[in-house]
């Protein structure tokens, strides 16, 4: 979750349920509540969009009969009118203004869709047999429980690592077809989870049984409690991504840069970012702390410095250093910069850069060799390399 802790969901309603735990997952940025077209018709109840993806929601609080199941019409309406929403958007391309407190209004484009995820759930009391997958359409639609709802969206609380779970989910099912869970489809996402987040050990059978137990089995291992701890670090990285909107207009671009990475990814930048923030808080002799950390793709660059409102030269400094970093890491094409105070306290202030050159010319590398010369910025960078294990070996870490 985004702020990492649990939240108190007792007494929401089924929408408000599903909207909460989305928010702290994908972030108000790319949650769109009860999307409505020109006419005034709903879409569905819930709309992802964050960049090139699109998780199309529809949500139901149903009740059991006296033989413990849903009434087949009511689940039935609810799969129909998920792939109806898809096929309005992306096959007939209704025109649809979508509109939340954060980013406020705007016209959605189906073109820059790539992935595209259907989730019918059921926030009712759970079934005793439940398929976790429908086929409507030709759609795959994910069914979701109002426990696994919960469970899903707290454990895999990042856009990565929801979405990369339901393409992978898909491709199982595309496989094979037959598959029976005893226990929900927690028990799935704790073979999910313990394979190394992939499904090529189920694929390899033709019919698929998956016992109840799995998932408290994984939940209860010391592995799963050390992950836990260390990942409470990450939502470091999870507050600057709230704090991005802060850079005006290249908002967006920042925010969802930021908001790609995995958990596990998210608690490494966050621990490289505390401990350099840790070292400028100690410092009474520079006037600031840089650390640059090269990815595969991108470039970030922290820097730590303290310059009076309006900020001007702290945020023409960070803008230097990414530029330097573009130039000197020239196999990564993007370059992201965050800067905020020397001194760690209650309230920071922050501001965001973000350089993107696809080419790098001459000219390029002159300036960078004059700005070098006057700053020193990079020119004899000392290289640390560290490892981290997403689950650690000591349940004391």
């Given at each position: 979750?985004?702020?990492?802790?649990?939240?108190?969901?007792?007494?929401?309603?089924a929408?408000?349920?599903?909207?909460t735990?989305?928010k702290?997952?994908?972030?108000?940025?790319?949650?769109?509540?009860?999307?409505?077209?020109?006419?005034?018709?709903?879409?569905?109840?819930?709309?992802?969009?964050?960049?090139?993806i699109?998780?199309?929601?529809?949500?139901?609080?149903l009740?059991?009969?006296?033989?413990?199941?849903?009434?087949?019409?009511?689940?039935?309406?609810?799969?129909?009118?998920?792939?109806?929403?898809?096929?309005?958007?992306?096959?007939?391309?209704?025109?649809?203004?979508?509109?939340?407190?954060?980013?406020?209004?705007?016209?959605?484009?189906?073109?820059?869709?790539?992935?595209?995820?259907?989730?019918?759930?059921?926030?009712?009391?759970?079934?005793?047999?439940?398929?976790?997958?429908?086929?409507?359409?030709?759609?795959?639609?994910?069914?979701?429980?109002r426990?696994?709802?919960?469970?899903?969206?707290?454990?895999?609380?990042?856009?990565?690592?929801?979405?990369?779970?339901?393409?992978?989910?898909?491709?199982?099912?595309?496989?094979?077809?037959?598959?029976?869970?005893?226990?929900?489809?927690?028990?799935?996402?704790a073979?999910?989870?313990?394979?190394?987040?992939?499904?090529?050990?189920?694929k390899?059978?033709?019919?698929?049984?998956?016992?109840?137990?799995?998932?408290?089995?994984?939940?209860?291992?010391?592995?799963?409690?050390?992950?836990?701890?260390e990942?409470?670090?990450?939502?470091?990285?999870?507050?600057?991504?709230?704090?991005?909107?802060?850079?005006?207009?290249?908002?967006?671009?920042?925010?969802r840069?930021?908001?790609?990475?995995?958990?596990?990814?998210?608690?490494i930048?966050s621990?490289?970012?505390?401990e350099?923030?840790?070292?400028?808080?100690?410092?009474?002799?520079?006037?600031?702390?840089?650390?640059?950390?090269?990815?595969?793709?991108?470039?970030?660059?922290?820097?730590?410095?303290?310059?009076?409102e309006?900020?001007?030269?702290?945020?023409?400094?960070?803008?230097t250093?990414?530029?330097?970093?573009?130039?000197?890491?020239k196999?990564?094409?993007?370059?992201?910069?965050?800067a905020?105070?020397?001194?760690?306290t209650?309230?920071?202030?922050?501001?965001?850069?973000?350089?993107e050159?696809?080419?790098?010319?001459?000219?390029?590398?002159?300036?960078?060799?004059?700005?070098?010369?006057e700053?020193?910025?990079?020119?004899?960078?000392?290289?640390?390399?560290?490892?981290?294990d997403?689950?650690?070996?000591?349940?004391?870490?």
């Amino acid at each position: 979750m985004a702020d990492g802790y649990t939240l108190n969901l007792k007494g929401k309603n089924a929408e408000e349920f599903v909207y909460t735990l989305a928010k702290n997952s994908f972030f108000e940025d790319w949650c769109y509540k009860n999307p409505k077209f020109p006419d005034g018709k709903e879409l569905c109840d819930l709309l992802i969009v964050y960049g090139e993806i699109a998780i199309i929601w529809q949500i139901k609080d149903l009740k059991l009969d006296k033989e413990g199941r849903y009434d087949k019409t009511e689940v039935e309406t609810n799969l129909r009118q998920v792939s109806g929403a898809k096929r309005r958007l992306f096959e007939l391309k209704s025109s649809i203004e979508l509109e939340n407190p954060r980013r406020g209004r705007e016209m959605f484009d189906p073109n820059q869709i790539k992935e595209i995820y259907l989730i019918s759930a059921l926030l009712g009391d759970g079934e005793d047999f439940f398929s976790s997958v429908e086929i409507k359409d030709t759609n795959v639609i994910h069914t979701f429980t109002r426990e696994f709802t919960e469970l899903v969206l707290n454990e895999l609380d990042t856009i990565w690592d929801f979405t990369n779970y339901m393409k992978l989910k898909e491709g199982l099912v595309k496989h094979n077809d037959t598959m029976l869970i005893n226990g929900g489809e927690k028990e799935l996402l704790a073979c999910y989870l313990t394979d190394g987040r992939n499904f090529d050990r189920l694929k390899k059978y033709d019919l698929l049984i998956l016992d109840e137990g799995m998932w408290d089995e994984y939940q209860k291992s010391p592995e799963y409690s050390a992950k836990k701890k260390e990942d409470q670090k990450s939502y470091v990285w999870d507050n600057l991504i709230n704090q991005a909107h802060t850079c005006g207009g290249q908002y967006e671009l920042v925010a969802r840069e930021l908001a790609q990475h995995n958990r596990f990814f998210r608690r490494i930048l966050s621990k490289y970012f505390f401990e350099a923030h840790s070292i400028a808080n100690k410092e009474v002799v520079k006037k600031q702390v840089r650390r640059i950390i090269p990815v595969d793709g991108i470039t970030y660059c922290f820097l730590f410095m303290d310059d009076p409102e309006p900020r001007a030269k702290r945020k023409a400094v960070l803008g230097t250093i990414c530029f330097v970093a573009r130039g000197v890491y020239k196999t990564n094409k993007k370059v992201i910069g965050i800067a905020t105070e020397m001194k760690i306290t209650s309230v920071c202030s922050y501001d965001f850069c973000f350089l993107e050159l696809p080419e790098w010319s001459e000219e390029n590398q002159k300036v960078l060799e004059n700005v070098q010369k006057e700053t020193g910025i990079l020119v004899s960078p000392r290289i640390k390399h560290v490892h981290e294990d997403e689950y650690p070996p000591n349940s004391d870490a």
